[in-house]
């Protein structure tokens, strides 16, 4: 089965800074990621999907990019209300629709 | 406004049974397949189980193959979740998503969730 892993696991950066977070899978996945954010207490919700493909209403600050096997999500100002948790997902294939491990955003 | 709505918080002995439900409002229900993705306290997501618009066809993540069945009755816009043999690391904020209805599978609605406790 394909692994999801992401990096950091969390990181702290201050407001207005660009912050990227990384998604490899262990084997290529071509552009079938997709990217969530989870806010604290919240249900997540779809930011990015073919890799790059930014989600309807989704701000502009956010950004995907990659392909294969090594995929980007990049917040180019934090924003206060971008505290949460993002996650990739793959969706190459079913059964297999792994998520990463999560990488936890803080305002530093 | 797309609404899935879960059933509510449950708790069972280890080795129990439960069913989930979801309700699915303002999107045409049979023409997606839906999901159930879960969350242990504290922890990440972790896909469960796929079903198709029809019914037809269902996919499980290995850790709950044998002991879980998803289905829908697309005729009340309802998804299931049937769940057996269950374990304590079953323990998770249990959520309903939709599929987005491209060919792909990823989610673009997700419920409130419920809470399903595995515990003696």
């Known amino acids: 089965d394909i692994q999801m892993t992401q990096s950091p696991s969390s990181l702290s950066a201050s407001v207005g800074d660009r912050v990227t977070i990384t998604c490899r899978a262990s084997q290529g996945i071509s552009n079938y990621l997709a990217w969530y954010q989870q806010k604290p207490g919240k249900v997540p919700k779809l930011l990015i999907y073919?890799?790059?493909t930014l989600q309807s209403g989704v701000p502009s600050r956010f950004s995907g990019s990659g392909s294969g096997t090594d995929f980007t999500l990049t917040i180019s100002s934090l924003q206060p209300e971008d505290v949460a948790t993002y996650y990739c997902?793959?969706?190459?294939?079913?059964?297999?629709?792994?998520f990463g491990g999560g990488t936890k955003v803080e305002i530093k | 406004e797309v609404q899935l709505v879960e059933s509510g918080e449950l708790v069972v002995q280890p080795g129990g049974s439960l069913r989930l439900s979801c309700a699915a409002s303002g999107f045409t229900f049979d023409d997606y397949a839906m999901h159930w993705v879960r969350q242990a306290p504290g922890k990440g997501l972790e896909w469960v189980s796929l079903?198709?618009?029809?019914?037809?066809?269902?996919y499980y993540a290995d850790s709950v193959k044998g002991r879980f069945t998803i289905s829908r009755d697309n005729s009340k816009n309802s998804l299931y979740l049937q769940m057996n043999s269950l374990r304590a690391e079953d323990t998770a904020l249990y959520y309903c998503?939709?599929?987005?209805?491209?060919?792909?599978?990823?989610?673009?609605?997700w419920g409130q969730g419920t809470l399903v406790t595995v515990s003696s």
């Open positions: 997902q793959k969706y190459n294939s079913a059964p297999g629709l792994g």
């Open positions: 073919a890799a790059s």
């Open positions: 998503a939709k599929d987005s209805g491209s060919g792909f599978y990823y989610f673009d609605y």
């Open positions: 079903i198709t618009w029809d019914g037809i066809t269902t």
